[in-house]
């Protein structure tokens, strides 16, 4: 009898231990982040860093100015989310609206596995077809721009803005959609007036999760925007390479001495992104909560 | 004088030899059934009768549900809404159906009601007077008149109950079908329903699916008892429960099973 007690109660702390663990390596994370980006402050002013036209990591003057990463992972985010949101609504719709369950069934499984393709799969495919057709396209210096960066983001935020899109549309009970068709609506009135705004919140939480996948992605980008850290203009700049914050990280790490102010500067973006992703992955989870408790 | 004529003798739903099968289940056997204008038609009988299956096809709602056939025809004022020319949206505009579930958008009260007459083109100067006249017509103008823009999720159910009636009724059908509306709903929301339901009879035909017999008894004119498909009995309400000619729709209203 006790034994089984002792049994349960282990068992249950063994599962209370690995559920924190990840908690505390999240928290660790940060702790380690921000703890090296926060050093980067003892030579450069936080001001400096915000708001710093020039990145110039190595040269005599060093200069570690965020904007130009920012505004290039910006810039390629805004590019990527322009097409794949419409894209991806568009998709998810049909998935569950229009199409007949087997079409729906046949395509599920290739959107899911779009987004099991590694990045530099992605980012070597880039590079190859794209890089090329945007340079002839164009007639450009080079193909590696912007808008290569946008178009293969777009392509790999999909697969979480269709899935969850899809997820929020099929949730939409039944009884509404039955509702509005009997008051003589068509099915195309019934998807855009009732539908799409009843699953709105749902549909909003996959944006943002899209956007939080789009800013964190590394390999592809790099392999694709030509990785020049200049502030890019607008709209003008989508023709021209950029640096991201992630390409950036992941460029400049392997050769940084350890201790130095370049790299807790590299810390000092890392935190950057934290901050950013953890906000939209913070307003994507609002937004859901509030669209189950609808649903229910 | 002529139009009381024409009533009497042209009924507002003829139903004749419908069959419906689901895949290859034939859920509906040879129904035929004629129903007159502004009455109230109850449709009874055990689970898996077909009886909601039934009044689908008066509004062609079974055109959702995949490997439905139909056989037969529904004839409504005299129109084959199965013909090759009819169009499905027309048709659901003249006859209204109001669900088992209360079913509001998620949207206001106003925009509830007003949803119907905008899909169909109304001006937008004519939604106010729309909108008070079906909340009037499906006694929830009081409770609402002073909240047209809150939320019709924030309604009670049997009150959401009154605002699907008075969103159907905002279209200007002039048949009403309803399944099983208060099943959901506790003995007062049903009262209310019951009574709303008699008094829209002068001016729409009103056809309803219940479960509940004493509720066919209380407010139809008309009762078909289904059975497995079957339209076992259809007649005056009056002679299904008191003098009925079937031996299982004895059964059935006695209570011997169901």
Redesign the interface.
């Known amino acids: 009898m006790f034994n089984r007690i002792y049994k349960e109660k282990g068992i249950e702390s063994v599962l209370f231990f690995v559920s924190t663990l990840t908690v505390a390596v999240l928290f660790l994370i940060c702790l380690f982040l921000f703890r090296d980006g926060i050093l980067l402050f003892k030579e450069t002013s936080l001001l400096d860093f915000l708001t710093g036209r020039f990145w110039y990591p190595t040269s005599v003057n060093k200069q570690f100015g965020l904007l130009p990463l920012f505004l290039g992972s910006l810039l390629v985010t805004a590019g990527a989310i322009l097409f794949s949101v419409p894209l991806g609504i568009a998709s998810a719709i049909y998935i569950s609206e229009i199409a007949h369950p087997k079409v729906a069934d046949f395509l599920k499984p290739f959107i899911e596995i779009l987004a099991g393709i590694p990045s530099v799969v992605f980012g070597f495919f880039g590079l190859v077809v794209l890089v090329p057709f945007m340079q002839n396209t164009f007639n450009l210096p080079t193909g590696q721009t912007a808008l290569t960066g946008s178009i293969m983001l777009g392509i790999m935020a999909l697969p979480t803005i269709v899935t969850i899109s899809e997820d929020a549309i099929s949730s939409v009970p039944s009884t509404l959609r039955q509702g509005s068709l009997a008051l003589g609506a068509t099915r195309w009135q019934t998807i855009y007036k009732v539908i799409i705004p009843a699953a709105l919140s749902g549909i909003s939480a996959a944006v943002m999760l899209g956007v939080g996948r789009a800013i964190g992605e590394t390999m592809t980008l790099m392999m694709v925007t030509g990785n020049a850290a200049i502030i890019p203009s607008f709209p003008g700049g989508f023709l021209d390479p950029v640096r991201t914050m992630t390409a950036t990280i992941a460029l400049e790490m392997g050769e940084v001495p350890q201790g130095s102010d370049h790299f807790y500067a590299l810390f000092a973006v890392g935190s950057v992104l934290f901050i950013i992703t953890f906000l939209i992955n913070l307003i994507a989870d609002s937004i859901k909560k509030k669209y189950r408790f609808k649903v229910d | 004088m002529t139009e009381a004529i024409q009533n009497v003798s042209q009924p507002q739903i003829e139903v004749e030899n419908l069959n419906l099968w689901y895949g290859e289940k034939q859920a509906l056997k040879n129904i035929s059934m004629q129903i007159p204008k502004n009455s109230v038609t109850a449709l009874i009988g055990p689970s898996g009768c077909g009886k909601s299956t039934f009044i689908r096809c008066l509004?062609r709602?079974n055109d959702?549900v995949?490997n439905c056939r139909i056989e037969g025809r529904v004839l409504i004022e005299g129109k084959d809404i199965y013909g090759p020319d009819v169009d499905v949206?027309?048709?659901?505009?003249n006859v209204?159906?109001v669900?088992q579930?209360p079913?509001?958008?998620?949207?206001s009260i106003y925009d509830n009601i007003a949803?119907?007459p905008r899909?169909?083109g109304v001006n937008k100067k004519d939604l106010d007077g729309i909108v008070e006249q079906a909340l009037r017509s499906a006694a929830i103008w009081e409770e609402t008149s002073d909240r047209l823009k809150s939320p019709a999720l924030s309604l009670s159910g049997g009150q959401q109950q009154r605002l699907?009636i008075a969103?159907?009724l905002a279209?200007k059908p002039r048949i009403i079908l309803f399944d099983e509306p208060t099943s959901a709903l506790d003995p007062i929301s049903t009262s209310r329903i019951e009574e709303l339901i008699m008094n829209l009879k002068k001016d729409y035909t009103i056809v309803i699916v219940t479960h509940n017999m004493q509720q066919a008894a209380r407010i139809s004119d008309y009762t078909g008892f289904f059975l497995m498909g079957e339209l076992i009995e259809f007649g005056q309400t009056r002679q299904i429960f008191h003098n009925p000619q079937e031996r299982s729709t004895e059964d059935y209203i006695t209570g011997r099973f169901g």
Do not use: A, E, Q, W
């Open positions: 509004n709602m959702l995949k949206v027309d048709l659901r505009k209204g159906m669900f579930k079913n509001p958008f998620p949207m949803y119907g899909i169909h699907c969103r159907t279209v």
